[in-house]
Each structure stands twice: as structure tokens, then as C-alpha cells.
């Protein structure tokens, strides 16, 4: 049976999460679209430099949670957090979106704020499958991808232990080639110029049943601050 993309992902992140009667710091949040444990926990603050996406996760938090759950401006590699003011940080999709310049940075502030023994979790794209080359299209993503995951295999180790991990594989069905494009140009801001290397792109996916299948690998880890 078909697994719904989102679906899978709350699976993981639920799975491998430690929420109950925690304080989370969700770094680059967007729209708080991750966030499903919000109601489990003590208290979450979502940070994300872009003001609109903030201004959008404000907007779309519902009442029940608002006292909880709090968005702000900010960015993974200036935390304006105390030392050890959290549980639990998570980077859902974000890691990789910081600049490489400044994912050392970010990581380091991680630890900063975080309280010993407080769990670090990180979903990450692998370089497997095909969705990360479309997604390159619209901002650089393998780079920063394998910066990442060199910085995480430094961590690990020394400042942080790995608890668990586990990779997985997202699918994605488009039932033509216009779907595809308006689905990378609207949750990938996709350029409209870039329509003739999507089309070139999806010549190499495969087809199920007159679909198209475009394939993303995913890595979620947690660790745990020494
Ligand atoms: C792919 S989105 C992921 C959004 C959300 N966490 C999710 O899982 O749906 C990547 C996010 O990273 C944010 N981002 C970019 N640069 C950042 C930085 N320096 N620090 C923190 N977040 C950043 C972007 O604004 C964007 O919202």
C-alpha cells in the first residue's frame, strides 16, 4: 500500500522523538509544519529567519496550542537562547539549508543550548534516489547535504552519542509531468526556467502504472549531548 509522504515522516520523527513534558527548540521551523508532537510537550519554540514563514506558523497555530507553542525570527547559527534552556532540538529538513559556512556554527549552538543529556534530532535528505536532484534545481542542496553529514560524523562521538537512526525512503507520485512541476515549483519555489531539466529529470524516473515516481532518501538520527 501507497505510504503517504507525510505520513512516513511523522512515523519516524515520532518514533525516535522525545516530546513528553519537554521543552523543544525547533530550528528553522517554516510554517511549523513539523511539528506534531507540539501537544506532548511542555513547550516549543519554533525559530525560522524568514519572517513570513513565521508570520505564517503564527497565524496557522491553532488556539489550543498557543500557549505552548512559541515562533520567532531567528537563525540556527545565532541562537539568542540561555546555556542548557532545552531538552530536545530539532532540525526537520533545516540543517542542510544553513549556509555550510555557518552548519558548524549552528551545531555548536545546538549544544549550547541544549541541556546535558538532551537529545538532538536531525531529519536529513540522503543522496539517494532522485528527488534531491530536483530539488537542486531551485538551491543548492547536495553540497550542503554531504557538508552535513561530514559535520554530523565529526560529532558524533565526541560531543554527542548516537542513540538511533534509521534511513528511509520517501515516494512521491505525479500522474504526469505538469503535476511534478507545479509540486517543485510550489514547495520548492521552482523557477519556471527550469522546466526543460525537470522534463529531462523525469525522463529517468521510473513509471508505475502510468505514474511517475520520484524517489527521496531520508535520514533521521538522535543523539544525545554528552
Ligand atoms: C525545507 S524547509 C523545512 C521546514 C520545516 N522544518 C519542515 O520540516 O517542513 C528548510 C527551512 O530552513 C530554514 N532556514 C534557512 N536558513 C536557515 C538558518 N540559517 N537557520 C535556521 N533555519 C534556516 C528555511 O527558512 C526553511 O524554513
Not at 56 to 75: E, F, T, W
Not at 128 to 149: A, D, M, Q, W
Request: proline fraction near 4%.
Amino acid at each position: 500500500m501507497r505510504e503517504d509522504p507525510g505520513k512516513i515522516q511523522y512515523k519516524k520523527i515520532m518514533k525516535l522523538g522525545s516530546f513528553k513534558n519537554k521543552i523543544v527548540l525547533d530550528v528553522g521551523c517554516g510554517t511549523g509544519t513539523r511539528q506534531y508532537f507540539a501537544p506532548l510537550t511542555k513547550k516549543v519554540v519554533g525559530i525560522d529567519p524568514s519572517t513570513m514563514l513565521i508570520k505564517k506558523a503564527q497565524d496557522q497555530l491553532p488556539d489550543n496550542l498557543k500557549q505552548k507553542v512559541r515562533y520567532q525570527v531567528g537563525s540556527g547559527e545565532e541562537l539568542s537562547f540561555n546555556d542548557e534552556t532545552f531538552d530536545s532540538v530539532f532540525f526537520s529538513w533545516s540543517l542542510h539549508h544553513i549556509p555550510i559556512k555557518f552548519q558548524k556554527k549552528a551545531c555548536r549552538e545546538t549544544y549550547r543550548v541544549l541541556k546535558k543529556g538532551g537529545q538532538l534530532l536531525i531529519l536529513e535528505p540522503t543522496l539517494k534516489g532522485e528527488f534531491i536532484h530536483f530539488t537542486e534545481l531551485s538551491h543548492p542542496e547536495i553540497e550542503p547535504v554531504k557538508n552535513v553529514i561530514a559535520i554530523l560524523s565529526e560529532l558524533i562521538g565526541k560531543f554527542f552519542e548516537l542513540e538511533s537512526q534509521a534511513t528511509f525512503v520517501i515516494k512521491y507520485y505525479f500522474d504526469n509531468e505538469d503535476e511534478a512541476i507545479k509540486y517543485f515549483r510550489r514547495e520548492d519555489n521552482l523557477p519556471p526556467n527550469k522546466d526543460s531539466e525537470v522534463l529531462r529529470l523525469l525522463k529517468s524516473c521510473k513509471r508505475v502504472k502510468n505514474e511517475i515516481l520520484i524517489q527521496g532518501g531520508a535520514r533521521i538520527l538522535s543523539l544525545k549531548k554528552n
